[in-house]
């Protein structure tokens, strides 16, 4: 990426046209554009130039911006800083400080829907999940134990859910669903839909037809649970119609 800058001529362009040539052509068009430094070094070396001039004003502030923007942390900046002090001065410090600590902590874009419930949820959300041909809308698959009684995490995006399906078995068997994030429901074919908040359980015999899914307006995550058993197999049946959905409240 080519650095290009036009504030020279665009504010001194008429009263210092060699100076704006200087500063939009040579120090922006050739020197940081210097091949032996990445710009991130470049950044760097900048703003400890400022700070170990006094320079705390607001092109300052722009070569702290411009440093987060190319990649140093919070953490980095911080250690530059204090590194900085030692050589440059106390006083520096506490003024460099004060403005990095404004640029560091600007909210960056707020979280989406999606990155906020993943972020409050216990479990992880896991990776797409694998078995969408059987769901309405998108899904994620987390296992959470793999050993003993397997357990998985499966959220739900709003409005999405599993086809009806019937977990099989011979003996034993069924399926065990705890939520532990959002709003859903389990459905039983032909039965009242069972609203379903953080710590409800809902007990699944083998051989009911039945479905699963989020509210209309709520992310939904339980975790699902095989119950041990003979012969176990899930049938997947037809699509919950949207009209049937629909009446959810
Ligand atoms: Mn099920």
Redesign the pocket.
């Known amino acids: 990426m080519k650095i290009k800058q036009t504030a020279g001529r665009e504010q001194l362009g008429d009263f210092a046209p060699a100076f704006a040539h200087l500063n939009d052509d040579v120090l922006f068009g050739e020197v940081w554009n210097e091949p032996a430094l990445d710009i991130k070094t470049k950044c760097i070396v900048t703003v400890v130039s400022l700070m170990a001039g006094g320079i705390t004003d607001s092109s300052l502030r722009y070569h702290l911006e411009n440093a987060k923007k190319n990649g140093v942390t919070k953490e980095e900046i911080a250690a530059i800083i204090t590194h900085c002090t030692m050589y440059a001065g106390w006083p520096k410090g506490w003024a460099v400080f004060r403005l990095a600590k404004e640029v560091w902590t600007d909210a960056g874009p707020a979280p989406t829907q999606a990155e906020k419930y993943r972020n409050e949820l216990m479990f992880p959300i896991g990776e797409k999940n694998p078995y969408g041909d059987y769901f309405t809308g998108q899904s994620y698959l987390a296992p959470v134990s793999t050993e003993q009684v397997p357990v998985f995490n499966v959220t739900f995006e709003p409005g999405c859910r599993?086809h009806y399906?019937i977990?099989h078995a011979k003996s034993g068997g069924g399926?065990m669903?705890i939520c532990v994030g959002g709003r859903g429901y389990y459905r039983e074919e032909g039965k009242a839909p069972v609203e379903m908040t953080e710590g409800s359980v809902v007990n699944?015999p083998a051989g009911v037809k039945?479905?699963?899914g989020a509210a209309p307006d709520s992310w939904f995550s339980h975790l699902?649970i095989e119950v041990p058993g003979e012969g176990t197999s899930?049938e997947w049946c037809e699509p919950v119609t949207d009209e049937e959905y629909s009446e959810l409240v």
């Open positions: 599993n399906h977990h399926q669903l699944i039945h479905w699963h699902a899930t």
